[in-house]
Protein backbone atom coordinates (compact mmCIF):
# COMPACT_ATOMS: atom_id res chain seq x y z
CA UNK A 1 0.00 0.00 0.00
CA UNK A 2 1.51 3.32 -1.15
CA UNK A 3 2.40 5.39 2.29
CA UNK A 4 -0.25 7.87 3.33
CA UNK A 5 0.96 11.55 2.45
CA UNK A 6 -1.17 12.70 5.75
CA UNK A 7 -0.19 11.15 8.80
CA UNK A 8 -1.49 12.07 12.29
CA UNK A 9 0.37 11.96 15.41
CA UNK A 10 -1.65 11.69 18.71
CA UNK A 11 -0.15 13.58 21.58
CA UNK A 12 -2.03 13.50 24.30
CA UNK A 13 -5.25 12.35 25.80
CA UNK A 14 -7.74 14.07 28.39
CA UNK A 15 -7.46 11.97 31.30
CA UNK A 16 -11.22 12.59 31.84
CA UNK A 17 -12.99 12.80 28.27
CA UNK A 18 -12.74 11.80 25.15
CA UNK A 19 -10.30 15.04 23.75
CA UNK A 20 -7.22 14.63 22.37
CA UNK A 21 -4.31 16.30 21.44
CA UNK A 22 -2.56 15.41 18.09
CA UNK A 23 -0.50 16.71 15.46
CA UNK A 24 -1.55 16.41 11.56
CA UNK A 25 1.20 16.08 9.26
CA UNK A 26 0.84 17.29 5.32
CA UNK A 27 2.36 17.82 2.39
CA UNK A 28 1.87 21.74 3.11
CA UNK A 29 2.74 21.84 6.22
CA UNK A 30 1.79 20.37 9.93
CA UNK A 31 -1.32 21.35 11.56
CA UNK A 32 -2.05 21.42 15.57
CA UNK A 33 -5.23 19.34 16.40
CA UNK A 34 -8.25 20.24 17.54
CA UNK A 35 -8.46 22.31 14.74
CA UNK A 36 -11.10 24.86 12.94
CA UNK A 37 -10.50 24.74 8.90
CA UNK A 38 -12.39 28.22 7.68
CA UNK A 39 -14.50 27.50 4.30
CA UNK A 40 -12.82 28.81 1.15
CA UNK A 41 -15.74 27.51 -1.09
CA UNK A 42 -14.70 28.92 -4.10
CA UNK A 43 -11.02 28.95 -3.48
CA UNK A 44 -11.12 31.96 -1.37
CA UNK A 45 -12.31 32.54 2.06
CA UNK A 46 -14.60 35.23 1.93
CA UNK A 47 -13.13 38.79 2.02
CA UNK A 48 -9.71 37.15 3.89
CA UNK A 49 -6.76 37.48 1.80
CA UNK A 50 -4.27 34.37 1.86
CA UNK A 51 -1.90 36.27 3.84
CA UNK A 52 -4.37 37.08 6.46
CA UNK A 53 -5.44 33.58 7.25
CA UNK A 54 -1.82 32.77 7.67
CA UNK A 55 -1.44 35.91 10.04
CA UNK A 56 -4.05 34.44 11.97
CA UNK A 57 -2.41 30.99 12.29
CA UNK A 58 -4.99 29.00 9.82
CA UNK A 59 -2.84 26.08 8.58
CA UNK A 60 -5.76 24.44 6.64
CA UNK A 61 -8.16 25.73 4.80
CA UNK A 62 -12.06 23.90 2.72
CA UNK A 63 -12.86 23.92 -0.49
CA UNK A 64 -15.46 23.21 -2.44
CA UNK A 65 -15.16 20.43 -5.21
CA UNK A 66 -19.16 20.66 -6.71
CA UNK A 67 -18.66 24.71 -6.64
CA UNK A 68 -15.10 24.90 -8.35
CA UNK A 69 -16.15 21.76 -10.66
CA UNK A 70 -18.82 24.30 -11.97
CA UNK A 71 -16.72 27.53 -12.32
CA UNK A 72 -14.11 28.08 -13.28
CA UNK A 73 -13.48 23.89 -13.37
CA UNK A 74 -11.08 20.93 -12.11
CA UNK A 75 -8.69 21.54 -15.40
CA UNK A 76 -8.28 25.58 -15.39
CA UNK A 77 -7.15 25.14 -11.56
CA UNK A 78 -4.84 22.31 -12.24
CA UNK A 79 -3.22 24.38 -15.39
CA UNK A 80 -2.40 26.79 -12.81
CA UNK A 81 -1.03 24.71 -10.58
CA UNK A 82 -3.64 23.12 -8.18
CA UNK A 83 -5.56 24.56 -5.64
CA UNK A 84 -2.57 25.79 -4.10
CA UNK A 85 -0.70 27.54 -6.95
CA UNK A 86 -4.37 28.92 -7.97
CA UNK A 87 -5.15 30.36 -4.87
CA UNK A 88 -1.49 31.57 -4.01
CA UNK A 89 -2.09 29.42 -0.62
CA UNK A 90 0.88 27.94 1.47
CA UNK A 91 -1.27 25.60 3.96
CA UNK A 92 -3.03 22.72 4.00
CA UNK A 93 -5.87 22.20 2.02
CA UNK A 94 -9.22 19.50 2.21
CA UNK A 95 -11.78 19.74 -0.77
CA UNK A 96 -15.32 17.82 0.26
CA UNK A 97 -16.42 15.90 -2.29
CA UNK A 98 -19.44 17.91 -3.26
CA UNK A 99 -22.02 15.56 -2.29
CA UNK A 100 -23.80 18.01 0.61
CA UNK A 101 -24.38 20.19 -2.44
CA UNK A 102 -25.64 17.90 -4.87
CA UNK A 103 -27.73 16.04 -2.41
CA UNK A 104 -29.34 20.00 -1.26
CA UNK A 105 -30.62 20.30 -5.01
CA UNK A 106 -33.61 18.08 -4.20
CA UNK A 107 -35.68 19.69 -7.23
CA UNK A 108 -32.69 19.15 -8.86
CA UNK A 109 -31.11 15.63 -9.15
CA UNK A 110 -31.51 11.99 -9.39
CA UNK A 111 -29.87 9.20 -7.29
CA UNK A 112 -28.76 5.97 -8.65
CA UNK A 113 -26.29 3.24 -6.88
CA UNK A 114 -24.17 3.95 -10.34
CA UNK A 115 -24.10 8.20 -8.96
CA UNK A 116 -26.07 11.64 -9.18
CA UNK A 117 -27.84 13.06 -12.19
CA UNK A 118 -28.07 16.96 -11.28
CA UNK A 119 -28.17 20.33 -13.08
CA UNK A 120 -26.13 23.16 -12.23
CA UNK A 121 -27.40 25.52 -10.24
CA UNK A 122 -26.12 28.43 -12.18
CA UNK A 123 -27.45 27.69 -15.45
CA UNK A 124 -29.42 24.41 -15.43
CA UNK A 125 -27.27 22.28 -17.68
CA UNK A 126 -26.89 18.61 -16.62
CA UNK A 127 -24.40 17.05 -14.64
CA UNK A 128 -23.56 13.86 -13.33
CA UNK A 129 -21.34 12.96 -10.60
CA UNK A 130 -20.34 9.60 -9.31
CA UNK A 131 -17.09 8.19 -7.08
CA UNK A 132 -14.64 7.72 -10.29
CA UNK A 133 -15.77 11.38 -11.64
CA UNK A 134 -15.33 13.16 -8.18
CA UNK A 135 -11.80 12.06 -7.76
CA UNK A 136 -11.04 13.22 -11.06
CA UNK A 137 -12.01 16.14 -9.90
CA UNK A 138 -10.52 15.99 -6.88
CA UNK A 139 -7.29 15.00 -8.03
CA UNK A 140 -7.30 18.07 -10.39
CA UNK A 141 -7.79 20.33 -7.63
CA UNK A 142 -4.85 19.21 -6.14
CA UNK A 143 -6.13 19.44 -2.39
CA UNK A 144 -3.85 17.52 0.28
CA UNK A 145 -6.79 16.00 1.69
CA UNK A 146 -9.96 14.71 -0.53
CA UNK A 147 -13.08 13.27 0.93
CA UNK A 148 -14.90 10.08 -0.68
CA UNK A 149 -18.14 11.25 -2.66
CA UNK A 150 -21.14 9.83 0.19
CA UNK A 151 -24.87 10.71 0.12
CA UNK A 152 -25.57 12.78 3.10
CA UNK A 153 -29.23 12.15 3.65
CA UNK A 154 -31.66 14.32 5.22
CA UNK A 155 -33.10 15.13 8.50
CA UNK A 156 -35.40 13.14 9.47
CA UNK A 157 -35.33 10.29 7.47
CA UNK A 158 -36.70 6.88 7.53
CA UNK A 159 -35.18 3.40 8.71
CA UNK A 160 -35.63 2.06 5.48
CA UNK A 161 -34.37 5.20 3.57
CA UNK A 162 -30.91 5.36 5.77
CA UNK A 163 -30.17 1.81 4.95
CA UNK A 164 -29.83 1.91 1.38
CA UNK A 165 -28.56 5.27 1.49
CA UNK A 166 -25.59 3.64 3.80
CA UNK A 167 -25.33 0.90 1.34
CA UNK A 168 -24.59 3.19 -0.81
CA UNK A 169 -22.39 5.27 0.70
CA UNK A 170 -20.32 2.61 1.52
CA UNK A 171 -19.85 1.74 -1.73
CA UNK A 172 -18.97 4.57 -3.16
CA UNK A 173 -16.31 4.48 -0.84
CA UNK A 174 -14.98 1.37 -2.05
CA UNK A 175 -14.99 2.64 -5.72
CA UNK A 176 -13.25 6.23 -4.99
CA UNK A 177 -10.31 3.84 -3.54
CA UNK A 178 -9.98 2.24 -6.56
CA UNK A 179 -10.32 5.67 -9.02
CA UNK A 180 -8.12 7.62 -6.38
CA UNK A 181 -5.23 8.24 -8.94
CA UNK A 182 -2.91 10.26 -6.76
CA UNK A 183 -2.57 8.60 -3.17
CA UNK A 184 1.18 9.47 -2.90
CA UNK A 185 0.05 12.81 -2.71
CA UNK A 186 -3.26 13.29 -1.18
CA UNK A 187 -5.29 11.36 1.93
CA UNK A 188 -8.78 10.32 0.83
CA UNK A 189 -10.93 10.15 3.90
CA UNK A 190 -13.97 8.08 4.31
CA UNK A 191 -17.36 9.37 5.26
CA UNK A 192 -19.16 7.67 8.17
CA UNK A 193 -23.46 8.06 7.68
CA UNK A 194 -26.26 6.22 8.86
CA UNK A 195 -28.51 8.46 10.94
CA UNK A 196 -29.59 8.43 14.02
CA UNK A 197 -29.68 4.62 14.40
CA UNK A 198 -26.81 3.12 16.40
CA UNK A 199 -26.12 -0.15 14.64
CA UNK A 200 -26.13 1.96 11.15
CA UNK A 201 -23.22 4.17 12.79
CA UNK A 202 -21.12 1.32 13.91
CA UNK A 203 -21.70 -0.66 10.20
CA UNK A 204 -20.40 2.37 8.22
CA UNK A 205 -17.28 2.73 10.79
CA UNK A 206 -16.13 -0.56 10.51
CA UNK A 207 -16.73 -0.86 6.87
CA UNK A 208 -14.72 2.08 5.84
CA UNK A 209 -11.78 1.26 8.85
CA UNK A 210 -11.32 -2.30 7.06
CA UNK A 211 -10.93 0.56 3.80
CA UNK A 212 -7.27 1.50 5.85
CA UNK A 213 -7.87 4.97 4.81
CA UNK A 214 -6.03 8.28 6.44
CA UNK A 215 -8.59 9.61 8.12
CA UNK A 216 -12.69 9.37 8.50
CA UNK A 217 -14.96 11.91 8.68
CA UNK A 218 -18.57 11.81 10.49
CA UNK A 219 -20.99 13.34 8.12
CA UNK A 220 -24.68 13.63 8.18
CA UNK A 221 -24.95 15.76 11.58
CA UNK A 222 -26.03 19.57 12.10
CA UNK A 223 -28.68 18.79 9.55
CA UNK A 224 -31.52 20.03 11.89
CA UNK A 225 -31.41 16.94 14.88
CA UNK A 226 -31.78 18.29 18.19
CA UNK A 227 -27.64 18.85 19.74
CA UNK A 228 -28.17 16.59 22.51
CA UNK A 229 -28.88 13.81 19.67
CA UNK A 230 -25.90 14.90 17.79
CA UNK A 231 -23.64 14.64 20.66
CA UNK A 232 -24.93 11.29 21.61
CA UNK A 233 -24.27 9.78 18.12
CA UNK A 234 -20.51 11.52 18.46
CA UNK A 235 -20.07 9.74 21.93
CA UNK A 236 -21.31 6.43 20.15
CA UNK A 237 -19.73 6.57 17.37
CA UNK A 238 -16.15 7.75 17.40
CA UNK A 239 -15.09 4.59 19.89
CA UNK A 240 -15.34 2.68 16.49
CA UNK A 241 -12.69 5.14 14.41
CA UNK A 242 -8.90 4.36 14.68
CA UNK A 243 -7.41 6.26 17.31
CA UNK A 244 -4.18 6.58 14.73
CA UNK A 245 -6.52 8.28 12.36
CA UNK A 246 -7.47 12.01 12.60
CA UNK A 247 -11.52 12.16 13.10
CA UNK A 248 -13.24 15.13 11.13
CA UNK A 249 -16.71 16.57 12.05
CA UNK A 250 -18.37 17.65 9.12
CA UNK A 251 -20.00 21.10 8.75
CA UNK A 252 -20.18 22.17 12.23
CA UNK A 253 -18.11 25.14 14.11
CA UNK A 254 -20.62 27.16 16.42
CA UNK A 255 -18.05 27.49 19.48
CA UNK A 256 -20.74 25.14 21.19
CA UNK A 257 -20.31 22.38 19.11
CA UNK A 258 -16.34 22.95 18.87
CA UNK A 259 -16.28 21.84 22.56
CA UNK A 260 -19.18 19.37 22.49
CA UNK A 261 -16.81 17.54 19.32
CA UNK A 262 -13.82 17.87 20.98
CA UNK A 263 -14.92 16.27 24.11
CA UNK A 264 -15.82 12.93 22.46
CA UNK A 265 -12.45 13.18 20.51
CA UNK A 266 -13.23 14.89 17.14
CA UNK A 267 -9.95 16.58 15.73
CA UNK A 268 -11.18 18.20 12.53
CA UNK A 269 -14.04 20.97 12.16
CA UNK A 270 -15.46 23.40 9.24
CA UNK A 271 -18.22 25.67 9.14
CA UNK A 272 -19.58 29.08 7.01
CA UNK A 273 -20.82 30.22 9.75
CA UNK A 274 -18.28 32.75 10.91
CA UNK A 275 -18.16 33.98 7.71
CA UNK A 276 -21.78 33.69 7.11
CA UNK A 277 -22.99 35.83 9.96
CA UNK A 278 -20.05 38.26 9.73
CA UNK A 279 -21.57 39.33 6.49
CA UNK A 280 -24.59 40.18 8.85
CA UNK A 281 -22.79 42.20 10.62
CA UNK A 282 -22.91 39.47 14.01
CA UNK A 283 -19.64 38.88 15.80
CA UNK A 284 -18.57 36.23 18.62
CA UNK A 285 -17.16 37.57 21.55
CA UNK A 286 -15.86 35.94 24.54
CA UNK A 287 -19.40 36.90 26.17
CA UNK A 288 -21.58 35.84 23.32
CA UNK A 289 -22.74 36.81 19.65
CA UNK A 290 -22.90 40.54 19.52
CA UNK A 291 -24.80 42.33 16.60
CA UNK A 292 -22.73 45.37 15.88
CA UNK A 293 -25.65 46.43 13.28
CA UNK A 294 -27.68 47.17 16.25
CA UNK A 295 -28.36 51.20 17.37
CA UNK A 296 -26.77 50.98 20.95
CA UNK A 297 -23.41 50.29 19.24
CA UNK A 298 -23.58 53.43 17.11
CA UNK A 299 -21.42 55.30 20.27
CA UNK A 300 -20.13 52.35 21.55
CA UNK A 301 -16.09 53.07 21.56
CA UNK A 302 -14.83 49.53 22.70
CA UNK A 303 -13.49 47.10 20.33
CA UNK A 304 -15.68 44.51 19.28
CA UNK A 305 -14.30 41.96 22.40
CA UNK A 306 -12.16 43.44 25.04
CA UNK A 307 -10.49 39.97 25.45
CA UNK A 308 -9.56 39.54 22.00
CA UNK A 309 -5.97 40.48 21.04
CA UNK A 310 -6.76 40.17 17.19
CA UNK A 311 -5.60 43.35 14.40
CA UNK A 312 -9.20 44.60 14.33
CA UNK A 313 -10.12 44.53 17.75
CA UNK A 314 -6.70 46.04 18.37
CA UNK A 315 -7.34 48.88 15.96
CA UNK A 316 -11.15 49.60 15.50
CA UNK A 317 -14.35 50.71 17.42
CA UNK A 318 -17.54 49.03 17.23
CA UNK A 319 -18.75 52.29 16.57
CA UNK A 320 -16.49 52.35 13.50
CA UNK A 321 -17.64 49.20 12.47
CA UNK A 322 -21.09 49.93 12.97
CA UNK A 323 -20.74 52.54 10.47
CA UNK A 324 -18.83 50.57 7.72
CA UNK A 325 -21.77 47.82 7.80
CA UNK A 326 -24.69 50.57 7.74
CA UNK A 327 -22.63 52.01 4.72
CA UNK A 328 -22.11 48.96 3.31
CA UNK A 329 -18.86 49.58 2.61
CA UNK A 330 -16.38 46.34 2.18
CA UNK A 331 -13.97 46.88 4.89
CA UNK A 332 -17.11 46.77 7.43
CA UNK A 333 -17.39 42.68 6.79
CA UNK A 334 -13.76 42.13 6.08
CA UNK A 335 -12.90 43.13 9.68
CA UNK A 336 -16.20 41.04 11.17
CA UNK A 337 -14.78 38.45 8.80
CA UNK A 338 -11.79 38.60 10.13
CA UNK A 339 -12.67 38.70 13.71
CA UNK A 340 -14.96 35.64 13.82
CA UNK A 341 -12.30 33.25 12.34
CA UNK A 342 -9.40 34.63 14.71
CA UNK A 343 -11.72 34.14 17.63
CA UNK A 344 -12.05 31.00 16.64
CA UNK A 345 -9.24 30.00 15.68
CA UNK A 346 -7.86 31.18 19.32
CA UNK A 347 -10.49 29.31 21.28
CA UNK A 348 -9.26 25.92 19.77
CA UNK A 349 -5.75 27.04 20.55
CA UNK A 350 -7.22 27.07 24.39
CA UNK A 351 -8.57 24.02 23.67
CA UNK A 352 -5.19 23.02 22.72
CA UNK A 353 -3.66 24.15 25.82
CA UNK A 354 -6.26 23.08 27.98
CA UNK A 355 -5.87 19.47 26.93
CA UNK A 356 -2.31 19.31 27.36
CA UNK A 357 -2.85 21.19 30.88
CA UNK A 358 -5.50 18.15 32.12
CA UNK A 359 -8.01 20.74 32.34
CA UNK A 360 -10.15 20.64 29.37
CA UNK A 361 -13.74 20.03 31.14
CA UNK A 362 -12.76 23.36 33.41
CA UNK A 363 -12.14 25.53 30.57
CA UNK A 364 -14.98 24.31 28.85
CA UNK A 365 -17.23 25.48 32.06
CA UNK A 366 -15.34 28.66 32.13
CA UNK A 367 -16.28 29.24 28.54
CA UNK A 368 -19.83 28.78 28.55
CA UNK A 369 -20.23 30.39 31.56
CA UNK A 370 -19.07 33.74 29.98
CA UNK A 371 -20.53 33.34 26.65
CA UNK A 372 -23.73 32.32 28.22
CA UNK A 373 -24.40 28.44 27.60
CA UNK A 374 -25.49 26.03 29.89
CA UNK A 375 -22.95 23.46 30.57
CA UNK A 376 -23.48 19.57 29.42
Known amino acids: M ?25 PHG ?17 TVAPWELS ?43 GGFQVFSLSDLRKITDEG ?18 VMAIENALGADIIMAFDECPPYPASREYLEVSLRRTLDWATRCKV ?22 RRHAAEALVELDLPGYAVGGLSVGEPKPLMCEILEYTTPFLPADRP ?11 LFEGVERGIDMFDCVLPTRIARNGTVLTSRGKLVIRNAVYARDFRPLDEECDCRVCQTFTRAYIRHL ?32 EQRFPEYKREFYAKYGYSSS
Open 2 to 26: TQSPVRYELLQRCNRTGARRGRLHT
Open 30 to 46: SIETPVFMPVGTQATVK
Open 55 to 97: EMGAGIILSNTYHLHLRPGEDLVREAGGLHGFMRWDGAILTDS
Open 116 to 133: VQFRSHLDGSPRFFSPES
Open 179 to 200: AHRRPESQALFGIVQGGEHRDL
Open 247 to 257: RYLMGVGSPDD
Open 325 to 356: IKADEVLGIRLTTYHNLYFLLRTMERIRDAIV
